[in-house]
């Protein structure tokens, strides 16, 4: 049958199951869940009223894994629900929204290993609260990936926007910039097309906005196509599926050059941020426009 234990309140069904291994330390369903019940006062302010799609694999990271969007309907009522419209469908559906601890630990009982929030909240589904860059490097090795992330960093100073900088828990660095809700989606992603393309002209053997793999060649990919939607990102301390359950991690600009993407697991994050806190703490106080950025843009551009 199993183990099982409380968490936060939360029953935590086979307990002892290993959900990340062999190729790392192994990692069980408690061990994810207590993770999430000691990271959640950190996370939760970067979820809050996002609705969410959960990455799930019930046999561990080496099984199959699925990503599912609605919320089903055995969900209990203390993970709250948020009604989205399916634009593609013509319909409309509940899904998650992690708005307390009990939330995030009850999803680690449900192997959802990675939740993947939206850019905007239920208070305005069609206007993003953030533009995202994730940028992805090609080949091995981090120099790249680093220079093209502190390019991200310098332009969006150029324009004179406020960004943040975390780890993916992945291959590269993701770079946010918190907006006030002005404008809808459409918008932000040519703000965000017209951004990368500015970039990639400043540095065309390190950079590409190219979609496709096979045109990328060895230079970092700026993906922004994210910026649209009901299209999702990782959140900050989200556990990745991957060996050793690395997390995304914010850190400051300082440690880009320093912090590997993977650096940080569930076993090290909630004692980086009990020591060194959050940098993104209080993001939503730096929310801003684009009015003032986008002129600046478009001088650059020369459109």
């Known amino acids: 049958m199993g183990e099982t234990v409380r968490i936060a309140q939360v029953r935590i069904d086979h ?55 609605r919320a089903p309907a055995y969900f209990p009522d203390f993970v709250h629900r948020v009604r989205v419209d399916v ?41 993003p609260d953030q533009l995202i860059v994730d940028l992805d490097p090609t080949v091995p090795g981090l120099e790249a990936v680093r220079r093209a992330t502190t390019m ?32 809808d989606f ?24 190219a979609a496709r793999k096979a045109k990328r060649g060895d230079r970092v990919y700026l993906d922004v196509a994210r910026n649209a939607y009901a299209q999702t990102a990782v959140p900050p301390f989200a556990v990745r599926a991957r060996p ?18 993977q650096e940080f697991t569930i076993a090290s994050a909630a004692r980086r941020v009990k020591t060194h806190g959050d940098p993104w703490a209080g993001i939503a106080r730096h ?7 986008m002129e600046r843009l478009e001088r650059l551009s020369g459109t």
């Open 15 to 69: 307990a002892d199951k290993v959900l990340f291994g062999p190729d790392g330390p192994p990692v069980t369903k408690a061990d994810l869940a207590r993770y999430c019940a000691d990271i959640a006062e950190a996370m939760l302010p970067h979820t809050r009223g996002r609705p969410i799609s959960m990455e799930r694999f019930p046999h561990g990271i080496d099984g199959e894994s699925f990503f599912e969007k």
């Open 186 to 209: 459409d918008v932000v992603r040519d703000f965000a097309h017209r951004f990368a393309e500015v970039l990639v002209a400043r540095d065309p053997d390190l950079l590409t906005t």
């Open 87 to 127: 634009e593609t469908e013509h319909r409309s559906q509940d899904q998650v929204a992690i708005d307390n601890t009990q939330t995030l630990v009850y999803l680690a009982d449900q192997a959802c290993l990675t939740p993947h929030t939206w850019l905007s909240t239920a208070a305005d589904l069609e206007r």
């Open 152 to 183: 991200v960093g310098n332009l969006c100073e150029d324009l004179g926007l406020t960004a943040f900088v975390k780890t993916t828990g992945s291959r590269g660095y993701h770079v946010m910039v918190p907006l006030r809700p002005d404008h």
């Open 287 to 293: 929310r801003q426009g684009l009015s003032r950025a």
């Open 244 to 261: 050793g359950a690395p997390v995304s991690m914010p850190i400051t600009w300082d440690e880009v050059d320093t912090v590997a993407p």
